[in-house]
């Protein structure tokens, strides 16, 4: 099936503007998992270092394997809906985040263990499954916003917008409200947060639903009428021969490991090494601010040296950040300082990648059309998100487990011994470089699509799109001509008088 580009208004701010809605709307669910659930699981909930371990890696590895299977459902989807597809399986997802999200934090720390644990499973499963529906779509929709890929780096960057904008306001507020002066977790607030946080994303992809106009022809799965049926092992194999989207991967794999895998340990030096857990999110927001300085010159950045090559240099910056944070500084004034200047140049270099990172995936699509004549949107980003969330399970859960041979002990709070405290710091630091380096290594070597090859990517397939398209119309005309003859030959024979033979000799 040829991909057709309809008639519609022009590529404009109101479509940037409605698609950085759509990942606000999806990182208020996720930032308050990724903020609070260690702490609210080990801590208020009592589970224990070891089982929190376990039960997060099951399900998690559940999570990385129903993104690959919901995502061929939905690329094998070719039912016309009324609001379209993407649309509608968004919408679906967002309704079943907000309930699921309140199930998951439901604060009942006096409950039987065993409750308590299929709670968390269930509670997780049901959220992941309806994230899925709603992100993965989510993620496909830029390539059938805009085939231009200024547009699709814009589109990447206003992502990245949204998705700070998600992460920000939970991650500086949550602590600020959910912890006390003892530096412990307050349950009863965590649920009351999920509930507002809740609404506030589905409002967010409500607005982005009503406001996203889609250009592409949303079930151009295939450039080629010779791929009869599809084939998700093939797509795999696919995606395992894609340098783009393996690198891309990779490096969103290191990133999820090195910054949600340390997230624990992070809160958990705060509580204990600094003493001050409800100022955690602000030192957070200060290692944010600089990506917001060069974001308005990002697409400049990106016309003129490419999104790999910025990239490539983003990751060694932040190579930099994360050895600063090694510097032996105590955890005084001076050493607070120290954690906020390393976290500025990590955060600055993370900037370049968390700006383009989306569009470097919709190049990976595309790359993969180019060479395998299949463009398999929902197949290869799901994949790219199976990996990502074997990332945020495995990396949360081995660290969990290292912090527990380290010494933390959930059932202490915020009273950690100061020697463990000082062990989070080490941690800490070791988890942001190795994060650091696999980004720099992904990117640099192993992702092959800079700024020339993919205008010549780009080039060869709107010739390739062209011909297609100009084939289809050829069909169709001489399709016309044929009934246009059939229908004359039909209406002569109808007009033909019909001879009567006589009986008469």
Known sequence: MEENVTKQ???????????AAGDLGC???????????????????????????????????????????????????????KHGKFKTYIFIGAIGLLFSGLFFFLPIPGAPKVMRCILFVLGYVLWDAFYTVANVPYGSMMSVISTDPSDRSQLSTWRSI???????????????????????????TVFVAAIIMGIVGLACFIFMLKTTTIRVEENSVTISEKVQKFNVLKAMANFMKNPPAIGATLA???????????????TVLF????????????????????????????????DKWGKKEACSVGAAVSVLGALLLFLPLGNGTAGLVGYVIAQVFFGLGLGFYTCVSWALMADAIDYNEWKNGTKEEGTVYSLHSFFRKLAQGLGPSLVILIMGALGYDGELGAAQPFPVAEKMK?????????????????????????????EVMTAE????????????????????????????????????PIEVESNDE
Not at 47 to 71: F, H, M, S
Not at 256 to 264: D, E, H, V, Y
Not at 278 to 293: E, K, R, T, V, W
């Open 271 to 302: 509580q204990s090494y600094f003493g001050n857990a409800q100022i955690s999110g602000i030192i957070m927001l200060i290692g944010y601010l600089p990506m917001f300085l060069f974001m308005p010159f990002i697409k400049k950045i990106v």
């Open 461 to 496: 397939l709107a010739e390739r799109r062209a011909a297609e398209q100009e084939n289809a119309d050829e069909e169709i005309e001489v399709e016309e001509v044929v009934a246009s003859v059939d229908e004359a030959i039909e209406d002569e024979e109808a007009a033909e």
């Open 27 to 81: 990182n208020m669910s996720f930032a308050l998992k990724s903020t609070i659930m260690a702490i609210f699981w080990t801590q208020f909930m009592a589970l224990g270092e070891t089982l929190y371990a376990t039960l997060l890696l099951v399900v998690q590895i559940w999570d990385a394997i129903n993104d690959p299977l919901l995502g061929s459902m939905f690329d094998a989807d070719k039912r016309k809906y």
């Open 426 to 454: 080490w941690l800490v630091a070791a988890l942001y470089t190795f994060s650091a380096i696999v980004m720099f290594v992904s990117i640099t070597f192993i992702y092959n699509l800079n700024k020339k090859k993919v």
């Open 252 to 266: 969103a794999m290191a990133m999820f490991i090195g910054m949600q895998g340390s997230s624990t340990a992070t």
């Open 9 to 19: 208004r022009p590529f404009g701010m109101r479509d940037k503007v409605s698609y």
């Open 162 to 188: 949204g998705s700070m904008l998600g992460n920000i306001v939970p991650m500086v507020l949550l602590p600020i409200l959910c912890y006390d002066a003892s530096n412990n977790l307050k349950g009863n």
